[in-house]
């Protein structure tokens, strides 16, 4: 059904039919992208809702009438249902700035990158809220304080519940309540992205372009600094945060005198606040749907929280204790956290490999014999669709597409609780090493994605070493013990 109608709006568009029709791996809503090949390539979209449909085309042709860098949409369905823009490529920010994701240490060029998109953020607050008409925002035309304790309620009901922590529903109302009178105490006048994040910014020939902006509404410019700066995977360290929130004032200077130290006072604030709805998104997403790509996100969230903690809410004195509560439960804090119990707990070391059962199950070089050798072979392979087949299960086109239909998800679900069994029981027992390995096919894309997914988690949890190693794409990464 998606699949025809983007056919035949191109078929519309151009007079004749594309040279081929390849489905794109979704975002977190239920859109349908498809890269429709030819002259010229465009990338086609089938959303569920008109009226978020019809916020993105009309967002998408104000913000383009006034120079801002946005995918130009080139035709609508009569339903505007469907809809074709222009293809941006296949990298993102998010995987633009890998290494130093993965490292810490961003390099001269991730950084460079960064700062370019950050002060591209004041243009589209300030001049994209010039003359736009907010009431066909969807699903608000406005940040209130309705949506700031429906996100509030999500993050109590999603996650707060789901991790078994006692509380007093009435108590922590009452700082709800607290929050949403600060986070609105002053007036605005902007437009607020409200989730802007490095997913959310395609690299096309070295520039940002912004995407997924039909959730954006009127409000306050510091929440889309907070949602940037503090993505959970992000892991911006503090200094590079400071240094680009300089970058954004600079940029947001022309617009409105800011005072700096006021700015960063609110915008504290407006991070918890962030924080505590990415953390209901990833409950939601993670123990209710349970797709394991947002419970590996919780962690880093919970990173974040542990850091913004630093600095005292006096504002909402229950909530905080409750969340230094969530900091402290496990698998959310570092285990076997006393001195004496360090020793045993650093003798554990757990390979996780990927591998090609073309090239047979890897060997056990410790000697040992024991671990699991997992079969993802049943899961629906990527690798039969044109899109993927140059990516492995470490791209996100290929992640998502492992998640959407939820096969992968139930299968990491069962692998990991068995796994967790097996390394608390050696770590009791002062055992030295366990292998966890996971084939498919060619070692490509499900075992990839498998032992990415259990490898971090197995370190998030326990911190013990993991050794990482796609034997296939000859990549190795050691997760050394964590202290």
């Known amino acids: 059904m998606y699949k025809e109608a983007i056919q035949k709006l191109y078929q519309a568009y151009t007079g004749h039919a594309p040279d081929a029709i390849e489905p794109l791996?979704?975002?977190?809503?239920?859109?349908?992208?498809?890269?429709?090949?030819?002259?010229?390539?465009?990338?086609?979209?089938?959303?569920?809702s008109a009226d978020e449909n019809r916020a993105f085309l009309y967002m998408s042709k104000h913000f383009t009438a006034k120079g801002l860098p946005v995918p130009r949409v080139h035709i609508a369905s009569?339903?505007?249902?469907?809809?074709?823009?222009?293809?941006?490529?296949?990298?993102?920010?998010?995987?633009?700035?890998?290494?130093?994701?993965?490292?810490?240490?961003?390099?001269?060029?991730?950084?460079?990158?960064?700062?370019?998109?950050?002060?591209?953020?004041?243009?589209?607050?300030?001049?994209?809220?010039?003359?736009?008409?907010?009431?066909?925002?969807?699903?608000?035309?406005?940040?209130?304080?309705?949506?700031?304790?429906?996100?509030?309620?999500?993050?109590?009901?999603?996650?707060?519940?789901?991790?078994?922590?006692?509380?007093?529903?009435?108590?922590?109302?009452?700082?709800?309540?607290?929050?949403?009178?600060?986070?609105?105490?002053?007036?605005?006048?902007?437009?607020?992205?409200?989730?802007?994040?490095?997913?959310?910014?395609?690299?096309?020939?070295?520039?940002?372009?912004?995407?997924?902006?039909?959730?954006?509404?009127?409000?306050?410019?510091?929440?889309?600094?907070?949602?940037?700066?503090?993505?959970?995977?992000?892991?911006?360290?503090?200094?590079?945060?400071?240094?680009?929130v300089h970058e954004y004032l600079e940029a947001a200077h022309p617009y409105s005198c800011i005072d700096e130290e006021s700015f960063h006072d609110r915008l504290s604030h407006f991070v918890l606040f962030r924080t505590l709805q990415v953390l209901g998104t990833y409950g939601f997403r993670g123990y209710f749907e349970r797709k394991p790509h947002f419970l590996q996100s919780i962690p880093y969230a919970i990173g974040n929280l542990r850091q913004l903690l630093a600095h005292r809410f006096k504002e909402y004195p229950y909530l905080s204790d409750l969340l230094h509560q969530s900091t402290e439960l496990s698998p959310f804090a570092t285990p076997y956290s006393d001195q004496t119990a360090m020793p045993d707990r650093q003798q554990l070391s757990v390979e996780v490999i990927s591998f090609s059962y073309?090239?047979?199950?890897?060997?056990?070089?410790?000697?040992?014999?024991?671990?699991?050798?997992?079969?993802c072979r049943a899961i629906h392979n990527p690798g039969r669709h044109e899109a993927y087949k140059q990516l492995t299960g470490r791209d996100e086109p290929v992640i998502r597409f492992l998640e959407e239909n939820g096969e992968m998800c139930i299968f990491i679900e069962h692998a990991e609780a068995l796994v967790d069994a097996h390394v608390k029981r050696f770590l009791e027992r002062g055992f030295t090493h366990l292998s966890v390995c996971f084939g498919c096919t060619g070692g490509q894309h499900r075992s990839v994605y498998a032992a990415e997914h259990v490898a971090r988690h197995i370190h998030e949890r326990f911190g013990v070493k993991v050794c990482l190693i796609h034997r296939e794409q000859d990549i190795k990464q050691t997760f050394d013990y964590r202290p």
């Open 78 to 244: 009569s339903d505007g249902m469907a809809y074709l823009q222009e293809d941006l490529g296949n990298v993102s920010l998010f995987q633009a700035i890998a290494q130093g994701r993965q490292t810490g240490m961003f390099n001269e060029e991730e950084t460079t990158l960064l700062r370019r998109t950050i002060r591209l953020l004041p243009r589209f607050q300030f001049e994209g809220a010039e003359s736009m008409d907010f009431s066909i925002c969807y699903p608000q035309a406005e940040f209130n304080r309705r949506s700031i304790l429906w996100d509030l309620n999500y993050f109590k009901y999603c996650f707060l519940k789901a991790t078994g922590i006692d509380f007093q529903e009435e108590l922590l109302e009452n700082d709800f309540e607290h929050m949403a009178t600060f986070l609105l105490a002053e007036s605005y006048d902007t437009f607020m992205y409200r989730d802007f994040q490095s997913r959310n910014v395609m690299v096309c020939n070295g520039e940002p372009f912004f995407i997924d902006f039909q959730g954006g509404r009127k409000g306050p410019i510091y929440y889309d600094v907070a949602s940037f700066l503090w993505q959970a995977k992000a892991r911006f360290p503090q200094e590079l945060r400071n240094d680009l």
């Open 358 to 375: 073309k090239k047979g199950i890897p060997c056990d070089t410790s000697g040992n014999g024991g671990g699991y050798v997992f079969d």
């Open 25 to 48: 791996a979704g975002a977190g809503s239920n859109r349908k992208y498809f890269r429709l090949k030819g002259h010229p390539q465009l990338i086609g979209v089938y959303g569920t």
